[in-house]
């Protein structure tokens, strides 16, 4: 059974930085694309950034240049580094390891991040 759980959610000020991390389990990490997904309540969910197998990124224009995401296939951990957060960024944020357009696609609780000051 795929299990996935973000964690390293917060309150942080407009500019701030965080990072999240996301445990997975139940398929073979190395071999997946991995993603991150986040949604504001009462919207759809809002494709972030995902990362191949070797580690090749791609970002939405609204978080590229300042989110990083990156994996560790040893630890079957997915991350992405959060800098110079807006309030816009407010949304609980997922991993998920199906392809963005997937429906009903699977994540784990989500972790809620709030930018505000």
């Known amino acids: 059974e795929v299990q996935l759980v973000e964690s390293g959610g917060g309150l942080v000020q407009p500019g701030g930085s965080l990072r999240l991390s996301c445990t997975t389990s139940g398929f073979i990490f190395s071999d997946a694309i991995m993603r991150w997904v986040r949604q504001v309540p009462g919207n759809g969910l809002e494709w972030v950034s995902s990362?191949?197998?070797?580690?090749?990124?791609t970002y939405a224009e609204v978080v590229k240049g300042r989110f990083t995401i990156s994996r560790d296939n040893a630890k079957s951990m997915l991350y992405l580094q959060m800098n110079n957060l807006k309030p816009e960024d407010t949304a609980v944020y997922y991993c998920?390891?199906?392809?963005?357009?997937?429906?009903?696609?699977?994540r784990g609780r989500g972790t809620q991040v709030t930018v505000s000051s």
């Open positions: 990362i191949s197998e070797d580690g090749s990124a």
């Open positions: 998920t390891l199906d392809p963005f357009t997937t429906r009903n696609l699977r």
